[in-house]
């Protein structure tokens, strides 16, 4: 940004009134790629262009990329709040962060739309009439294999509905005595529901005891009758089915004077790292756990405030039971804040400070989230300190918060592929990935001229650039790639992916244009880990493609 575009929003900041609102932060394409609130509009916005000293890292590469603003005044801080959370799930911009959460807690899913339903097992199952629900339960209970072990032992079907709707004759399983094959009508409607019902049943109060009776039972016949197969299969079923129930017993009594469904959240902050941890307990179960991590100086708020965002947006996006009650630590509430989360929140999560009760627990979930910090850093696992290395490598003036990978992928002249994946604040950001279908050179192999075809379409595309490519290959491609740059008058940092030959195997090292020397990433492990991390994913993606469509020539041929 030259100085006169920053003073030219300096002024415009300056006639904003001093009243409560949100501002939303506009680059050079009318992209809204920051939104925030304030008390004071004035205050706020011109706080972003006076002088530099003191900002965050995240605050000098946003303001590195506004070109216009816009702003809603509002009646109160408390409307100026909601709004700003309203219009940051329509928007999306880049720099607020956005929690991504890819685990989930394990479900039993029974749709009774089906004549015969299925005892199946989902990680984030959708409500619908007539499907019931049952869980969720602890990571790593293997519900999976108890669903399996009980599907066996009542003879429930395990094929899919189209295999059941299309079934002749009877499958394997039914000569194993495994299924009792209602496809073919072998069983009738109402047997097979009796037996649904008696696996069910596990799962409810008391039940559990009965299931494990009668399977004790059928195993005694099964021996009685020299049925061998059946009876050991009977006996290591029952010893799965015990270890689980023994598991949620041991859970039971160690919770069992706590409230059912409550949610505690407790953070841990060391240097410029931030680490939360929510412990999640549903129907006396103690679920697991679920980490977060960011970078301090990538936090526009304070650091309470901040915080609290990062609690509402993960509770407004996870696909998880929501617990009755969320437990924080006594420095993340505030009465202002629990009229906030009232007025954000609809479905009746309760948000509560920690009182002597959960004093315990709350002490474990922050010793939880000081050892997941001190594990990650230690083992080298933390991209956000990779981009600072980066940045500070390539004396760029802000950090390469969006990096883009290219790889190309050919087999003998055929099927070429460019693979474009995408890592946002050092993690992969899959919905972002690209493929491009290359065309067929009649020289085969040129991976110049197939890397100046993808360069010269990623750069004239309508998509964001990135603040960092890094590409495949040494200088000679490297010097290929920014001569296509030129031409198009392009300026976005790059650097290259290569591997040298050593003593001891090879090593990675880093192609830095206009330095003599590439950078061994050995250097830094975190930053190894980020660079490779993207050459690899870049690798498996392209290769994705290029298989599609030898598989597409190969059938047509």
């Known amino acids: ?43 706020r916005v011109s706080s972003y262009f006076n002088n530099s000293s003191g900002k965050s890292i995240k605050t000098l590469a946003l303001i590195e990329r506004i070109n216009d603003f816009d702003f809603i005044v509002c009646q109160s801080d408390m409307e100026a709040f909601i709004l700003e959370n309203n219009l940051i799930k329509k928007h999306s911009p880049k720099y607020n962060i956005s929690l991504k959460d890819d685990r989930s807690y394990p479900y039993v899913v029974i749709d009774w739309n089906h004549d015969f339903p299925q005892l199946s097992y989902a990680r984030r199952p959708r409500k619908k009439k007539g499907r019931e629900i049952i869980g969720p339960f602890p990571h790593g209970s293997n519900i999976s294999g108890v669903l399996e072990i009980l599907r066996k032992s009542f003879l429930l079907r395990d094929c899919t509905d189209r295999d059941f709707a299309t079934r002749k004759k009877p499958c394997l399983l039914y000569q194993m005595k495994q299924c009792a094959a209602p496809c073919v009508g072998l069983q009738s409607k109402k047997d097979y529901i009796v037996g649904l019902k008696k696996a069910l049943s596990f799962f409810g109060q008391g039940g559990a005891a009965r299931v494990i009776k009668e399977l004790e039972e059928q195993m005694l016949e099964a021996g009685n009758s020299e049925a061998f197969e059946r009876a050991i299969q009977l006996r290591d079923g029952l010893a799965q089915l ?6 949620r017993t041991c859970q039971n009594m160690e919770w069992t004077q706590l409230d059912s469904n409550i949610d ?13 941890a929510i412990y999640s307990m549903r129907n006396g179960l103690l679920l697991g756990e679920k980490n977060f991590n960011f970078f301090r100086p990538f936090l526009e708020e304070e650091l309470k405030e901040e915080l609290f965002h990062q609690i509402v947006d993960y509770y407004s996006h996870t696909e998880d039971s929501l617990p009755d009650r969320i437990i924080v630590p006594e420095e993340l509430f505030s009465e202002e804040l629990q009229d906030y989360w009232n007025q954000l929140l609809t479905n009746k999560m309760e948000f509560k400070k920690e009182t002597k009760r959960y004093q315990a627990l709350m002490k474990l979930v922050k010793e939880h989230a000081r050892e997941v910090q001190r594990v990650r850093l230690n083992k080298g696992e933390d ?20 990096i883009e990978c290219v790889d190309i992928a050919i087999f003998q002249g055929s099927s070429p592929t460019a693979s474009q994946v995408v890592f946002r604040d050092g993690r992969p950001d899959k919905s ?49 790639v920014q001569k296509i740059m030129d031409e198009l008058g392009k300026k976005v940092p790059l650097v290259g992916l290569a591997k040298e030959r050593a003593e001891k195997g090879s090593e990675e090292r880093l192609i830095i244009p206009q330095r003599s020397n590439p950078y061994l ?23 994705r493609l290029h298989h599609r469509k030898e598989e597409k020539r190969i059938l047509k041929n």
């Open 1 to 43: 940004m030259t100085q006169k575009s920053l003073s030219t929003l300096k002024e415009k900041a300056d006639l904003l009134p001093k009243r409560p609102g949100c501002y939303l932060m506009k680059d050079a394409q009318q992209k809204i790629i920051y939104i925030g609130k304030a008390k004071s509009l004035k205050n």
């Open 242 to 247: 015990k270890e689980f129930l023994k598991e």
């Open 264 to 276: 505690f959240i407790n953070f841990w902050v060391e240097g410029e790292e931030l680490d939360w």
């Open 383 to 402: 991209g956000l300190k990779a981009l600072v290395a980066l940045r500070d490598l390539l004396q760029m003036k802000c950090l390469p918060r969006h």
């Open 432 to 480: 972002s990935y690209r493929h491009y279908a290359l065309a067929e050179l009649p020289e085969g192999n040129n991976d110049f001229k197939m890397m100046q075809e993808f360069f010269e379409r990623r750069l004239q595309g309508r998509e964001e650039l990135p603040d960092l490519f890094v590409v495949d290959g040494g200088l000679l491609q490297l010097n290929a």
């Open 521 to 543: 990433l050995k250097k830094n492990m975190s930053l190894f880990r980020l660079m490779v991390s993207l050459r690899d994913e870049a690798h498996r993606f392209a290769r």
